[in-house]
């Protein structure tokens, strides 16, 4: 039988967080142009080789991390220290089969953007990471199926007049299925390739924190 084992969730939380700091935008931002020189379409068509549609039409990244010489319940722990720097902690759920199993998500505000007529749209990256962790190991999952859009009133029109205020509307979310590895013939092809650059940038950067020893 699932369980959730709140108790357990607190303590985590509550652990000093000595290995992580949370990954900023400026960080992202710094490791993609390090890595990609701001050619966010040429990027975005190599990295969709590492990162292929899954069956909703987004991505799910996976891969192992070793902790040698380490139970699952410290790799459990030593996971959820080095994550919850970087990542907002949600659940510990176990059962028989998976006894440490974790999910979280983190939120990056505005990974890209781009300046319309009346608005500025702001992408914005809210990935669900899960982690298993077993002996030895660790197995992290990352999942994007969409970005957050955030409107603000600030485009080209609103600031020529000084009407725009910079306010957030209403978020939407675009599936990335509809624009993968970016929208190349719709809405805003080089922010959306760049948007999912700075994704895999997070996974990358998420990986050294997680693999700090």
Known sequence: ???TITVLCALLLLMPMVWAEPV???????YAKLQYKSQWKNAALSIRSVLPQDEQGGYTYSTTIAF???KAAEVCRLMAERLSAAVELDTIEADDTTPYLFRARTYVYSAAS???GFYRFHLCLHPLITVQALDDEAR???SLQYYEIVKTDKGIVSSIFN???GRPLPAEQWLLSDRFPYNERGKMPLATAEAFTKSYALIQLLIRRISAQ
Request: glycine share 10%.
């Open 140 to 142: 992290l999952t990352v």
């Open 68 to 70: 040698p010489n380490r």
């Open 24 to 30: 900023s935008l400026e960080e992202i931002n710094a």
């Open 1 to 3: 039988m699932r369980r």
């Open 114 to 116: 781009q300046v319309g």
């Open 163 to 165: 009407r725009g205020e």
